[in-house]
């Protein structure tokens, strides 16, 4: 396609996007950091990071048509990465802020974390592979991954989980489907495990 671009990160006015950014670059990779829906239809794979609350990136995704854009290219299947809020919100709606509204690209409720453990879950933990996929390629299984959440993804279809961890409840740190690979987990702050997640999902591409 002419004109397209190489990775596209979406900034919805969030947080620091730098070490997502630093580690696209650092597998010899040139992303565009963006907030046009413009920018994403171009894009040959999208990454969406999670930072911030629901209905924030929610209003903000919106506001800029860059929800429909999501949608548009996970439909003409271009590879999509999700990170942390990233992956909450492509499910139909989150008990965040009250009750809100996502993308709906897939059936399921996004929940708050049980009050028997400390919230938000921050640090590192395991995730179980539950499928084999070209996420996981190079990465053993039980590796240890950096999260910082107080919300996980409850999917109504449990085939998209391809990886579990343990905190509190038995949660979904990893989505699969065609096209789309999320994580609950934070790979830009996972060290060299986390640069293999990106690196895997830029072969996707």
Known sequence: MAGRKDIAIIDYGAGNLRSVVNAIIRLGNQPIVTSSAADIARARAVILPG?????ACMTALQAQGMDNAIRDIIAEDRPFLGICLGLQVLFSTTEEDGGQKCLGIFSGKVKRLPGTVKIPHMGWNQ??????HPLFTGIPDNANFYFVHSYYAD???????AGQTQYGVTMSSVITCGNIVATQFHPEKSGELGLKVFDNFISMA
């Open 51 to 55: 930072v911030g609350a629901a209905a």
């Open 127 to 132: 995730v179980k592979k539950t499928v084999d």
């Open 155 to 161: 999917p109504g279809d449990k085939s998209l989980i």
